[in-house]
């Protein structure tokens, strides 16, 4: 009874991803999202419903955080923040690279080769916790580490404030910022913190398609959102607006690093590691903790087939797509990817 109930399901779940024309998933799809299709996510999940693109949590403040802002701005792109002079947090984050620097591996102080890939800032005020193992509370709090670390920035936050505190042109945009002109660590990174928490994606065209303009997606892609939210159970891990959930997970790609495991000490959470935002994905390669996987069609069939390199989440686990619809999933992640917003860098004060 048992082994028929399980090829009952699976053969249920077969037509039921099937049995849509193209015509009938644009009509599902072009209603509200409250009214689609109950996503395929397992037993114990907590997922919230794909949407529009959110706003950054300071852009109603903006006016009022103007020179914060625009301090911010300046520090993140001032060399001067690193022990040798060449390296600012926009060499790894770079905004016409969507803010990554597209390498495998971040490369740092005297071309030391950083242990992991570097994330795009983008929608980065969304996370609960920062970097890759979770080891920031929050954005301030994140950027003391580039700069104290031996590989990356390779300064100290003291030499640091000394060089800031000899720039006319800072001590003028600390006073405009904070009202007076003392420079510390706090006013620093709370800064680049609130110039990092302006920057968003671009409106995507699955962004389009949910506004009403129903001919933003192509069949394909909406064959790729209905895989998406079902058969390929992707909102296991990367539901909501950001598509991700915001936890921690081992995607099976962990090799040897310990990822949170780091953090917590817990065994149970050896080898995850925080669950990026799906946005953008395609202009954000390579891909994974350690930048190693450049092509986003094998990652999608290593998770279609469940076999990972090591040790991996529960959630993992054969999918059985086919060629045709690998191919669409692959055309919904196209979908919500969208270039860089025009940016304008900052002039440096002498």
């Given at each position: 009874m048992k082994k028929y109930s399980i090829i009952s399901l699976v053969s249920a779940l077969v037509l039921f991803c099937i049995?849509?024309?193209?015509?009938?998933?644009?009509?599902?799809?072009?209603?509200?999202?409250?009214?689609?299709?109950?996503?395929?996510?397992?037993?114990?999940?907590?997922?919230?419903?794909?949407?529009?693109l959110p706003e950054s949590p300071v852009e109603k403040y903006k006016d009022s955080l103007m020179h914060i802002?625009?301090?911010?701005?300046?520090?993140?792109?001032?060399?001067?923040?690193?022990?040798?002079?060449?390296?600012?947090?926009?060499?790894?984050?770079?905004?016409?690279l969507n803010w990554t620097d597209a390498k495998e591996k971040s490369i740092g102080h005297e071309g030391a080769i950083n242990k992991r890939n570097s994330p795009t800032i983008q929608n980065s005020w969304f996370y609960n916790r920062l970097f890759w193992?979770?080891?920031?509370?929050?954005?301030?709090?994140?950027?003391?580490?580039?700069?104290n670390s031996?590989?990356?920035?390779?300064?100290?936050?003291?030499?640091?404030?000394?060089?800031?505190?000899?720039v006319n042109?800072?001590?003028?945009?600390?006073?405009?910022?904070?009202?007076?002109?003392?420079?510390?660590?706090?006013?620093?990174?709370?800064?680049?913190a609130v110039f990092e928490k302006t920057i968003v994606s671009r409106k995507s065209r699955f962004d389009e398609f949910l506004e009403g303009s129903k001919k933003a997606l192509t069949n394909s892609e909406i064959r790729g959102l209905h895989l998406f939210r079902t058969k390929a159970k992707c909102m296991n891990c990367h539901s909501g607006p950001l598509l991700t959930d915001n936890l921690f997970h081992?995607?099976?790609?962990?090799?040897?690093?310990?990822?949170?495991?780091?953090?917590?000490?817990?065994?149970?959470?050896?080898?995850?590691?925080?669950?990026?935002?799906?946005?953008?994905?395609?202009?954000?390669?390579?891909w994974m903790h350690d930048g190693k996987q450049n092509?986003?069609?094998?990652?999608?069939?290593?998770?279609?087939?469940?076999?990972?390199?090591?040790?991996?989440?529960k959630l993992i686990q054969p999918l059985g797509l086919t060629k045709r619809e690998k191919t669409d999933l692959l055309a919904f992640l196209q979908a919500i990817s969208a270039p860089p917003l025009e940016f304008q860098k900052p002039v440096l004060p002498d």
């Amino acid at each position: 009874m048992k082994k028929y109930s399980i090829i009952s399901l699976v053969s249920a779940l077969v037509l039921f991803c099937i049995s849509f024309t193209n015509e009938n998933l644009r009509s599902i799809y072009s209603r509200p999202p409250a009214e689609w299709p109950k996503p395929f996510v397992d037993d114990g999940v907590q997922w919230k419903e794909l949407g529009m693109l959110p706003e950054s949590p300071v852009e109603k403040y903006k006016d009022s955080l103007m020179h914060i802002i625009k301090l911010g701005k300046t520090l993140f792109f001032d060399t001067r923040l690193s022990g040798s002079g060449k390296i600012s947090c926009a060499t790894c984050h770079q905004p016409e690279l969507n803010w990554t620097d597209a390498k495998e591996k971040s490369i740092g102080h005297e071309g030391a080769i950083n242990k992991r890939n570097s994330p795009t800032i983008q929608n980065s005020w969304f996370y609960n916790r920062l970097f890759w193992d979770g080891r920031s509370a929050d954005l301030q709090d994140q950027a003391f580490a580039p700069i104290n670390s031996e590989t990356e920035m390779h300064s100290e936050m003291p030499d640091v404030i000394r060089k800031l505190r000899k720039v006319n042109g800072y001590k003028e945009l600390f006073k405009k910022a904070f009202g007076d002109e003392k420079i510390d660590p706090d006013r620093l990174t709370e800064a680049i913190a609130v110039f990092e928490k302006t920057i968003v994606s671009r409106k995507s065209r699955f962004d389009e398609f949910l506004e009403g303009s129903k001919k933003a997606l192509t069949n394909s892609e909406i064959r790729g959102l209905h895989l998406f939210r079902t058969k390929a159970k992707c909102m296991n891990c990367h539901s909501g607006p950001l598509l991700t959930d915001n936890l921690f997970h081992n995607s099976g790609f962990s090799g040897t690093d310990e990822g949170y495991y780091k953090i917590t000490h817990l065994e149970e959470d050896r080898g995850k590691f925080k669950t990026p935002s799906l946005r953008d994905v395609m202009k954000t390669g390579p891909w994974m903790h350690d930048g190693k996987q450049n092509n986003m069609l094998q990652i999608i069939e290593k998770f279609n087939t469940g076999d990972m390199p090591v040790g991996k989440d529960k959630l993992i686990q054969p999918l059985g797509l086919t060629k045709r619809e690998k191919t669409d999933l692959l055309a919904f992640l196209q979908a919500i990817s969208a270039p860089p917003l025009e940016f304008q860098k900052p002039v440096l004060p002498d």
